[in-house]
């Protein structure tokens, strides 16, 4: 590999720098997909890469699918444990003022009581905001459901297709604008 010394200030590509540096460099940029050099022998350039785009496209649209229902399953999951928690916060806010009821019971000083009974109305407070977030968190679950449920209507059939036919498809490039 040459140094900048040796070839009189220029940097030679590498197959470690970056497009810029090659690009900084002076030489040409990597060869277009096509070329010939990614082609096996016994396929046409234009032809080779189809097959890796079309396998990569079926695996991105099942990682999306997955990705949706793994979203939804978490959001379930989410949705039970604050309704969990809310049950168990709303036991202790009964059980503090059980407490301070039977503390005013035994003559304890009613700011004891009284801050019992502060504490106990604080926790069901906090009960709405958990309850807000327990439903949105099932509302979220559903809409992952319904997510995935129309991205696959959406392009299920498209998918098959391009998995099962032989058709030529437009570059993914001119999709990448739509």
């Not at 229902?69 to 949705?79: K, P, Q, T, W």
């Not at 039977?102 to 304890?108: H, I, M, Q, R």
């Not at 459901?145 to 991205?151: G, I, L, P, W, Y």
């Not at 696959?152 to 059939?157: A, F, I, M, R, V």
Request: glycine share 6%; with cysteine; proline share 3%.
């Amino acid at each position: 590999m040459s140094t900048e010394s040796e070839s009189g200030g220029a940097i030679e590509p590498t197959n470690v720098q970056s497009s810029a540096e090659v690009t900084a460099s002076g030489a040409s940029d990597l060869p277009a997909p096509g070329d010939g050099m990614d082609a096996p022998a016994d396929l046409p350039a234009e032809r080779s890469g189809r097959i890796v785009d079309v396998i990569a496209d079926a695996m991105t649209f099942m990682l999306v699918i997955a990705r949706l229902g793994i979203a939804a399953v978490a959001m379930r999951l989410l949705s039970q444990a604050v309704k969990g928690a809310y049950s168990y916060v709303e036991d202790c806010a009964q059980t503090v003022d059980g407490l301070a009821d039977v503390a005013a019971t035994l003559a304890v000083d009613d700011s004891v009581t009284s801050a019992h009974h502060d504490a106990a109305a604080t926790m069901r407070e906090s009960l709405a905001l958990a309850d807000a977030l327990a439903a949105e968190a099932a509302e979220m679950s559903t809409e992952f459901d319904n997510a995935a449920r129309d991205h696959e209507s959406d392009y299920g059939d498209v998918n098959e297709a391009m998995q099962a036919g032989p058709y030529d498809v437009a570059e993914r490039e001119w999709y990448s604008n739509r």
